[in-house]
């Protein structure tokens, strides 16, 4: 499960880092999103959440020193 700041749309991309229980690498997993559905919050009546379906785009790996937004463009 991972928490967004804002329910994608369809067709958007979703990016997820993880890096490794050792630190020593880090894995860049990328989502594309295929389908929303949206569900009366059981926190408040006054927000929304959202059950996401995506399909795994592309997956990167590297060492845990690269910034992401270098990692992505090599």
Known sequence: M???P???K???TIVVE???PQKEFVIIFEYIVT???FNASRESADSTDA???AFLNHCW???SNFKVTNFLKQ
């Open 6 to 8: 804002q329910i994608p």
């Open 10 to 12: 369809i067709g958007e």
């Open 18 to 20: 993880r890096i490794s």
């Open 51 to 53: 059950q996401v379906n």
């Open 2 to 4: 991972v928490n967004l």
């Open 35 to 37: 389908a929303v559905q």
């Open 61 to 63: 790996e590297g060492t």
